[in-house]
């Protein structure tokens, strides 16, 4: 099977990670503020706090940004379910908005109408999640322009997009939003096999999310509420959880973040390829917008089916599927979820694009160590599968 995607681990990393298993620390050693100091050099954001997933990085991003009961949070639905549930963990309700029909990405349209009719209705965002599908950055310039206008805070769920970057600046500089978070799951971009990070330019947040990712318990005499008692001394000063990441995973952050160019630059030039093989098929391929260069996390094709009358959507995945091609879909819907459709009562239609999108979207597989052989295996057996 080709999957769709797959980590490079190479022998440097693996050194890194046995250094640290014979050190004195194999956790809150070193490591960490190092690897949150590489990401912030490389993104150049101000602050960095890593943590064990970029879901927790989004729990504790919301619960930074004061995210409780009776608060909303608006995201995309086609996004992984985590982008939504971190606002469910603080006891807000969430909202969707539809996408955009050439990115994938939230519609700034749509956003900005809801946002309007949300205003009349008295029930205003304090959060929008905006994921950066396949590693393409959403509009931030607009989203920002729309955050300041109506008073809620951004964070941006760049899981797919470390190394991309947003009219020439890196995602994670955090330049229109509040946070950023990236994942490091293996089929990311760089892996640190299970992890995650924020970054932020605000000293507050930094704080915050520090806090709540270790306990809400602080070393730091200037977050005390009162007078230190000795030197053992520390202060729980918030319900925080153990979200920490280990030095073992901090290591090979560090070691993986020296390919993360190489990387990327690889995916470009196999999306590149992809482009031109499966020209004349009946799909769309990628659109990029010119004020961003996608990490390419993702390859995302979709069926033109009007022009494949005998077979369907599913028909041709499964095709794929049975000749071992590892193809994917990123994602179904959120509000189409059983949990989200019981509690918020979803209705099909409500957001077309993304009711659209779901019925034509298929992910190759794309991942730097994918040989071009392998790619091209791909592409003829997809040429068969949408054969009339
Ligand atoms: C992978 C992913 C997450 C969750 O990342 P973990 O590190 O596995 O917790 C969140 N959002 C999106 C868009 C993702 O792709």
Request: hydrophobic share 35%; glycine share 6%.
């Amino acid at each position: 099977m080709i999957p769709y995607g797959k980590q490079d681990i190479n022998q440097d990393d693996i050194d890194s990670v046995i250094e640290v298993l014979q050190s004195d620390f194999l956790t809150q050693g070193p490591k960490v503020p190092a690897f949150e100091e590489a990401v912030c050099k490389y993104t150049s954001a101000n602050y960095g706090v890593a943590v064990n997933s970029a879901t927790s990085a989004l729990h504790i991003a919301c619960l930074s940004l004061d995210l409780k009961e009776g608060g909303v949070l608006w995201t995309t639905p086609i996004s992984f379910v985590a982008s939504a549930n971190c606002g469910l963990y603080c006891g807000a309700d969430i909202d969707f908005v539809d996408i955009d029909p050439e990115t994938y990405n939230i519609s700034v349209t749509a956003l900005e109408d809801k946002l309007k009719q949300a205003q009349i209705d008295n029930c205003l965002p304090n959060i929008l999640v905006a994921v950066h599908l396949c590693g393409q950055s959403c509009d931030m310039e607009a989203i920002r322009r729309l955050s300041r206008e109506y008073g809620f805070y951004v964070i941006e769920d760049a899981s797919h997009a470390i190394g991309g970057e947003y009219q020439g600046k890196k995602i994670g500089s955090c330049e229109y939003s509040d946070i950023t978070i990236f994942s490091f799951h293996p089929v990311k971009i760089i892996t640190t096999a299970e992890g995650g990070i924020a970054t932020t330019n605000d000293k507050y947040l930094a704080d915050q999310m520090r806090l709540f990712s270790s306990h809400g318990v602080t070393r730091d005499p200037e977050l005390m509420t009162k007078e230190t008692e000795g030197p053992w001394y520390y202060q729980q000063i918030c319900l925080g959880y153990n979200y920490r990441m280990t030095e073992l995973q901090a290591a090979l952050g560090i070691s993986q973040l020296v390919r993360l160019d190489e990387f990327v630059a690889r995916r470009h030039y196999l999306a590149e390829k992809y482009d031109s093989l499966l020209k004349g098929m009946a799909l769309d391929t990628p659109k990029q917008n010119s004020s961003c260069y996608s990490s390419f996390h993702l390859y995302i094709i979709r069926l033109r089916l009007v022009d494949i009358p005998n077979k369907t959507h599913r028909e041709i995945f499964q095709y794929l599927r049975d000749r071992g091609i590892g193809v994917n879909l990123h994602y179904i819907p959120i509000y189409t979820q059983p949990y989200y459709e019981q509690q918020y009562s979803c209705k099909i239609g409500v957001y077309p694009e993304a009711d659209r999108y779901y019925e034509e979207a298929i992910s190759l597989p794309l991942y730097p160590k994918m040989s071009e052989e392998d790619q091209l295996s791909v592409v003829s057996a997809l040429a068969k599968a949408i054969e009339v």
